[in-house]
């Protein structure tokens, strides 16, 4: 069994050491036993290898020279201490002595490791994880391959040289035009501006993991080529440097994982850029015209936010290796279509944002049929005048939002309700002046914003809906009972209907009876009417303190808090209140508000409530 070699060099904390010291460990084998001892009955052989990556730190450390360590075997509650063994290296590979073991899997619990002086330096204890088993099968020699970071000291001077080289190469020699607190007396690294450093448990620091490059890197065109020479560089920013405009290939060499290029002229990569540990990309803001096709190769990439570019189309062949993608976010851009494949081979995706692409009027058809993670489709601002036949074929999507299309009518069947789990629609900012009924279990949140509505669609078809957004329509009216149905409406958005003049006493909310007072509201929790300059209306006094609901937990009962049904009325003057029924209440209403200054405002409320769309 192989086991692939970190793509990535991992963050050097305490545990990384028991990597270094754990898998060499197993080198100790029985070698000079087992050289010429044929294999046991119930044997096999195993020889671990790990490749050498080389971090620095500029916190001192005692060299590892030494190490025991304890397993323990699958099925077996005792365990077995390996007798204290040499740390030894091969040029860039280190390799074990071939390792007899019986059959089974193995953990590996914990290790102590000696510096050379024989002083014991760690103690650690492992997790319980699949990182640190392996297994030993009958007459078969196996070779592991492991993760291992190997620990150098670099001093505080050397770094200093380095970022001194660093802008010189951009800035030039005047070190009065350098970040002000770059200077050779300042010995706190800490307090040196655009750096970002990895540090141990007592916050002592490790290594140089970041460099941000802004506007006191004024004028630099070209990220200098001995950036590369910063081998514990994991993170890159580049922002509102309007005349940056080039990559070095010199990135290669780099064990760079995160690279943000933000507000610059950036118009291309270099064609053959590959950088082996890179896990997110993200060009926003640029002058980006094509799709950068040496991306493509980049099969570790994670994370790709092409945003605010002029690429036109995208390649068919672009997403081809990037299995192991989770986020994509191409936003203003020009394209009008994606590769045929987008859904398929990015079926680790949760949510594709393809939003404000003027242009895309068109998604791909084909869908993963399972294994997918695909739950949210964010296609605000594009040209779409129906919903994608791709929507109703995604069987874990939750989130679709379609704000600001071409959509005059929404054929509801498109969304194949019961073939999949939605649960958030967003249809703002289209010119619907109606909207069907929508039947679901699953539908939380419906949003309708400034569509030109006359009326409330019917929401008979969704028990289960808790937010509901109508804000900026021509809502004239809310009839008797109009939300009888939905008994866990929260929340309610109606601001800007400015025509909207007649709602009943209770608003039409499900209430119910509790502690002996009728017509409570006990799930509303907000209601906007800012905005309704025609509504004359007062708030019922069972709204300003309802009391809370007990919750039950694992450490008691517990009796939540009173609250009142928040309603936003400003310019909306006919929107009175009145007085509280239980004079003890907190929310207890004086001259026609809430003694509570409440915190926030609706906007705020409603961000919250789906922050996640």
Same mark, same amino acid.
């Given at each position: 069994?192989?086991?692939?070699?970190?793509?990535?060099?991992?963050?050097?904390? @305490?545990?990384?050491?028991?990597?270094?010291?754990?898998? !060499?460990?197993?080198?100790?084998?029985?070698?000079?036993?087992? #050289?010429?001892?044929?294999?046991?009955?119930?044997?096999?052989?195993?020889?671990?290898?790990?490749?050498?990556?080389?971090?620095?730190?500029?916190? /001192?450390?005692?060299?590892?020279?030494?190490?025991?360590?304890?397993?323990?075997?699958?099925?077996?509650?005792?365990?077995?201490?390996?007798?204290?063994?040499?740390?030894?290296?091969?040029?860039?590979?280190?390799?074990?002595? %071939?390792?007899?073991?019986?059959?089974?899997?193995?953990?590996?619990?914990?290790?102590?490791?000696?510096?050379?002086?024989?002083?014991?330096?760690?103690?650690?204890?492992?997790?319980?994880?699949?990182?640190?088993?392996?297994?030993?099968?009958?007459?078969?020699?196996?070779?592991?391959?492991?993760?291992?970071?190997?620990?150098?000291?670099?001093?505080?001077?050397?770094?200093?040289? *380095?970022?001194?080289?660093?802008?010189?190469?951009?800035?030039?020699?005047?070190?009065?035009?350098?970040?002000?607190?770059?200077?050779?007396?300042?010995?706190?690294?800490?307090?040196?501006?655009?750096?970002?450093?990895?540090?141990?448990?007592?916050?002592?620091?490790?290594?140089?993991?970041?460099?941000?490059? /802004?506007?006191?890197?004024?004028?630099?065109?070209?990220?200098?080529?001995?950036?590369?020479?910063?081998?514990?560089?994991?993170?890159?920013?580049?922002?509102?440097?309007?005349?940056?405009?080039?990559?070095?290939?010199?990135?290669?060499?780099?064990?760079? &994982?995160?690279?943000?290029?933000?507000?610059?002229?950036?118009?291309?990569?270099?064609?053959?850029?590959?950088?082996?540990?890179?896990?997110?990309?993200?060009?926003?803001?640029?002058?980006?015209?094509?799709?950068?096709?040496?991306?493509?190769?980049? *099969?570790?990439?994670?994370? %790709?936010?092409?945003?605010?570019?002029?690429?036109?189309?995208?390649?068919?062949?672009?997403?081809?290796?990037?299995?192991?993608?989770?986020?994509?976010?191409? &936003?203003?851009?020009?394209?009008?279509?994606?590769? #045929?494949?987008?859904?398929?081979?990015?079926?680790? +995706?949760?949510?594709?944002?393809?939003?404000?692409?003027?242009?895309?009027?068109?998604?791909?058809? /084909?869908?993963?049929?399972?294994?997918?993670?695909?739950?949210?489709?964010?296609?605000?601002?594009?040209?779409?005048?129906?919903?994608?036949?791709?929507?109703?074929?995604?069987?874990?999507?939750?989130?679709?939002?379609?704000?600001?299309?071409?959509?005059?009518? +929404?054929?509801?069947?498109?969304?194949?309700?019961?073939?999949?789990?939605?649960?958030?629609?967003?249809?703002?900012?289209?010119?619907?002046?109606?909207?069907?009924?929508? &039947?679901?279990?699953?539908?939380?949140?419906?949003?309708?914003?400034?569509?030109?509505? !006359?009326?409330?669609?019917?929401?008979?078809?969704?028990?289960?809906?808790?937010?509901?957004?109508?804000?900026?329509?021509?809502?004239?009216?809310?009839?008797?009972?109009?939300?009888?149905?939905?008994?866990?409406?929260? +929340?309610? /958005?109606?601001?800007? @209907?400015? !025509?909207?003049?007649?709602?009943?006493?209770?608003?039409?909310?499900?209430?119910?009876?509790?502690?002996?007072?009728?017509?409570?509201? %006990?799930?509303?929790?907000?209601?906007?009417?800012?905005?309704?300059?025609?509504?004359?209306?007062?708030?019922?006094?069972?709204?300003?303190?309802?009391?809370?609901?007990?919750?039950?937990?694992?450490?008691?009962?517990?009796?939540?808090?009173?609250?009142? +049904?928040?309603?936003?009325?400003?310019?909306?003057?006919?929107?009175?209140?009145?007085?509280?029924?239980?004079?003890?209440?907190?929310?207890?209403?004086?001259?026609?508000?809430?003694?509570?200054?409440? #915190?926030?405002?609706?906007?705020?409320?409603? #961000?919250?409530?789906?922050?996640?769309?």
């Amino acid at each position: 069994m192989n086991v692939l070699i970190c793509g990535r060099i991992m963050k050097i904390k @305490n545990y990384l050491l028991y990597c270094l010291v754990l898998f !060499t460990a197993f080198f100790i084998s029985c070698k000079d036993e087992n #050289a010429e001892t044929p294999l046991a009955e119930g044997q096999g052989e195993v020889t671990f290898r790990f490749y050498e990556h080389t971090v620095y730190t500029i916190d /001192d450390i005692a060299d590892v020279a030494r190490i025991k360590v304890t397993l323990q075997k699958e099925g077996s509650e005792e365990e077995l201490v390996l007798p204290t063994i040499d740390v030894n290296a091969d040029g860039e590979e280190m390799v074990s002595e %071939v390792l007899r073991l019986d059959v089974g899997t193995y953990s590996v619990v914990r290790y102590i490791a000696y510096n050379n002086k024989g002083d014991q330096i760690h103690d650690m204890y492992l997790p319980e994880s699949g990182d640190n088993t392996f297994v030993i099968k009958h007459e078969e020699a196996v070779a592991f391959y492991f993760p291992v970071n190997i620990l150098e000291v670099q001093s505080a001077d050397m770094l200093k040289n *380095k970022l001194f080289g660093l802008c010189t190469e951009i800035l030039g020699p005047d070190s009065t035009l350098w970040p002000k607190t770059w200077r050779e007396e300042n010995d706190d690294f800490k307090t040196w501006e655009n750096l970002e450093f990895e540090e141990d448990g007592n916050h002592n620091i490790l290594y140089l993991a970041g460099i941000v490059f /802004d506007e006191k890197f004024k004028g630099m065109k070209k990220l200098p080529a001995n950036i590369s020479r910063f081998t514990t560089l994991e993170n890159i920013m580049i922002r509102d440097i309007p005349e940056f405009e080039e990559l070095p290939i010199e990135l290669n060499e780099s064990n760079l &994982q995160s690279l943000e290029i933000i507000n610059t002229s950036l118009a291309s990569l270099p064609e053959n850029l590959q950088i082996k540990h890179l896990y997110k990309i993200s060009i926003i803001d640029s002058k980006l015209t094509e799709f950068p096709s040496c991306l493509s190769n980049h *099969k570790g990439l994670e994370m %790709v936010d092409l945003v605010g570019n002029e690429i036109a189309q995208i390649p068919e062949n672009a997403f081809d290796n990037w299995e192991k993608l989770s986020q994509l976010r191409i &936003q203003r851009t020009k394209i009008s279509s994606l590769p #045929a494949n987008t859904f398929t081979k990015l079926y680790r +995706v949760y949510t594709f944002d393809f939003r404000w692409n003027e242009n895309l009027s068109t998604l791909p058809v /084909d869908v993963p049929q399972e294994h997918t993670k695909f739950q949210g489709l964010l296609l605000d601002g594009c040209a779409f005048t129906d919903i994608p036949e791709a929507v109703g074929k995604i069987r874990e999507l939750r989130t679709l939002s379609m704000a600001g299309n071409k959509l005059t009518t +929404v054929d509801l069947s498109k969304l194949n309700i019961g073939h999949n789990e939605l649960d958030q629609v967003f249809f703002d900012n289209n010119k619907l002046t109606s909207f069907g009924k929508l &039947q679901s279990d699953k539908i939380i949140l419906v949003s309708l914003n400034n569509c030109g509505l !006359t009326e409330i669609p019917d929401l008979s078809g969704m028990p289960n809906l808790r937010y509901l957004s109508v804000a900026n329509n021509n809502i004239a009216a809310i009839p008797v009972g109009k939300f009888k149905d939905n008994a866990l409406l929260s +929340v309610i /958005d109606l601001s800007e @209907n400015t !025509t909207l003049s007649s709602v009943p006493a209770d608003f039409g909310v499900y209430t119910e009876t509790k502690n002996s007072r009728n017509d409570v509201p %006990v799930n509303l929790t907000a209601l906007d009417l800012d905005g309704c300059l025609s509504l004359t209306w007062t708030v019922p006094a069972n709204w300003c303190c309802i009391e809370g609901e007990y919750m039950f937990g694992g450490n008691g009962d517990k009796l939540l808090p009173a609250h009142p +049904v928040i309603v936003y009325n400003r310019d909306a003057k006919g929107v009175t209140y009145e007085k509280c029924w239980n004079k003890d209440c907190p929310f207890r209403l004086e001259a026609n508000h809430y003694q509570l200054n409440f #915190a926030q405002d609706f906007d705020e409320i409603w #961000a919250e409530l789906h922050k996640e769309k």
